[in-house]
């Protein structure tokens, strides 16, 4: 895809964030929805693309009452808002469609009008995962850590300041879930989840949405906000099974979407101002700065450790506070997108001075899938 | 009430000879008949060269513990926590999930790395797991 030829001009998240027990799921789409719609300044009746995950289009179109000439229901977990912003991208250029509405909302924590997560018994992870007494996120994400951490000469002690120093950046932001500052021994002695990992270095459980709406880069220019243009995309998947992974050292997901996206952008690590990495367990942004290619990864976790993703830091890393501290609906990349659009428009509540790229790296089910966008400011 | 029963797998036909072998004691794996490539899970294909031309081979029933997590909570219904969840890199190369018996679920215990050996556990005339325990040779 060429460079900078379609922009987000709307962007918003739901009304609230947290716990909205008075929603359902799908009134927390079009809640996001709205509120994208009236921050671009246009009608319903201008959006002609619709993509969403979970939901499905049609859902999402038959409650807003729009009929679009172009939908993607990709739906592969939480980097899926990733993926449908690289489509729409490339459907936009193509001419399919000309202003497209992305929508992602989960009632995680409420549970109205949400389908529970099943895994049918005939299924190869039904058959080869389920028995063996995975259940739910927590016990399956992490398996791969202690494996990682071997190789690589990763410590507790490094994955403990991943959520200690994202707690400093959520401590910014009046929106995040969790403000309070946690030092690495309160990381250490929380609550054990699934070892290695404690309560404080696994996700949030809120409700919550957010919507972007994207239109080509000609046009952007006359809508009210700053445009965020697309510099670069990639995406990939590799397995739904976390224990079928090729190797627990590094996903292949990560190593695919990444180096595309770098390449489509034509820019180099020491470029970015600003960085996302969807971190629904604290392994994920070591895994994310390696793959990536922004170091190592036996330089990760030092990294991290040394305060270089910090407020002040020269890579600021998950600057609304993350999955960890911010918050985590399920399916979290939105709200990395989120930010990296509010960092890119300059209004985000911690935000990064003069930055002018961000990086926004999703995860999708256990390394299953993977996008990369790469924002700019600058055309 | 009974307790709660641990998630039974399900059989396909494409799965079936393996669920047939730890029935019958065995750790069955396939192996392409073109490239050698030996893998998991059960597909009547090579996923490496797509050839059609497969064989079911007996695995040694050994490996070595590659990584896993203690799960203390939530626990799946028919498990206690704290258990280990593990994957077990089998001496035959592929690496399937399994559960470490025999052993204390601690982090001292599981080393990675450690020796292996299958341990079939029957949970009713249909299904047996395939699980694993320290290897005592």
Known sequence: ?379 | MAEPARAKPKPTPETQHFWDGTRAGELRLQRCDACANVYFPPRPFCPACASREVSVLKASGKGKLYSYVINHRPAAPGFTPPYAIAVVELDEGPRMMSNIVDCPQTPEALELDMKLEIAFEKLDDAITLPLFRPSKG
């Open chain 1, 1 to 379: 895809m060429r460079r900078n030829q379609v922009a987000v001009v709307g962007a918003a998240e739901t009304t609230e964030l947290g716990v909205i027990p008075n929603m359902s799921q799908i009134q927390l789409h079009a809640d996001a929805a709205l509120n994208a719609i009236a921050d671009a300044g246009l009608k319903l009746s201008d959006i002609d693309g619709i993509a969403t995950a979970v939901e499905t289009p049609q859902q999402i179109a038959h409650y807003l009452g729009i009929t679009p000439t172009w939908v993607d229901g990709t739906s592969v977990g939480g980097c899926s808002f990733m993926l449908h912003v690289r489509h729409a991208a490339a459907a936009i250029e193509a001419g399919l469609c000309k202003t497209v509405l992305i929508t992602h909302a989960e009632s995680g924590k409420s549970m109205i009008g949400k389908q529970p997560r099943s895994t049918p018994p005939d299924s190869l992870n039904g058959q080869f995962e389920s028995p063996f007494g995975v259940y739910g996120p927590p016990s399956m994400f992490p398996i791969p850590v202690l494996r990682y951490m071997k190789t690589h000469g990763i410590t507790h002690e490094q994955l403990a300041m991943v959520a200690v120093v994202q707690r400093e950046w959520a401590a910014k932001n009046p929106r995040a879930t969790m403000k309070a500052p946690i030092t690495v021994d309160d990381v250490l002695n929380s609550r054990m989840i699934a070892y290695p990992f404690r309560i404080l270095q696994c996700c949030l459980v809120t409700d919550g949405g957010g919507a972007l709406i994207l239109t080509s880069a000609d046009r952007a220019k006359d809508f009210p906000n700053k445009p965020v243009y697309v510099l670069g995309t990639g995406e990939s998947v590799e397995t739904p099974m976390v224990s079928q992974m090729k190797s627990f050292d590094s996903s292949c997901a990560f190593k695919v979407a990444g180096p595309l996206a770098f390449k489509e952008a034509g820019i180099a690590h020491k470029d970015v101002d600003h960085l996302m990495i969807y971190d629904a367990f604290a392994h994920l942004p070591l895994y994310g700065l390696g793959d990536l290619g922004f170091m190592a990864h036996e330089e990760a976790g030092k990294f991290i450790a040394e305060g270089n993703t910090r407020p002040g830091g020269k890579l600021p890393l998950n600057t609304n506070g993350g999955g960890l501290s911010y918050m985590h609906s399920g399916m979290y990349g939105m709200y990395a997108l989120q930010e990296s659009v509010r960092q890119m428009r300059g209004i985000a509540p911690a935000q990064v001075p003069g930055a002018k790229i961000s990086v926004c790296h999703g995860v999708g089910g256990m390394f299953a899938a993977s996008g990369t966008i790469i924002f700019t400011n600058e055309r």
